[in-house]
């Protein structure tokens, strides 16, 4: 049983900066790779970035340059840091963390990019 809870989404203004957080908890012994993902309205839920468990990062070519993903391991946390965010960004971010087999989402974090 793992729990995973995103925070740190918002409304932020075009060119504006966000860093989402998510916290596993729970039976998380050997987290493997975790991700961000975001859905926007009539869309599908599209991966935004990814990092393996040691450390190896892939993204979105939507988010390339633009957002970062990190992974601190002692806190069983992954972060998103977003800058120059546009509209087009404007989505539920969820995050997925895999452990013991078994992939885990959290409920989401709205960001609205907006002026």
């Known amino acids: 049983q793992v729990q995973v809870v995103e925070s740190g989404g918002g409304l932020v203004q075009p060119g504006g900066s966000l860093r989402l957080s998510c916290v596993a908890s729970g039976n998380t012994f050997a987290i493997g790779a975790m991700a961000w993902y975001r859905q926007a309205p009539g869309t599908q839920r599209d991966v935004v970035a990814s990092i393996t468990s040691s450390g190896r990062t892939n993204y979105a070519d939507s988010v390339k340059g633009r957002f970062t993903i990190s992974r601190d391991n002692a806190k069983r946390t992954v972060y998103l840091q977003m800058n120059r965010l546009n509209p087009d960004d404007t989505a539920v971010y969820y995050c997925?963390?895999?452990?013991?087999?078994?992939?885990?989402w959290g409920q989401g974090t709205q960001v609205t990019v907006s002026s």
């Open positions: 997925n963390v895999n452990s013991g087999g078994k992939g885990y």
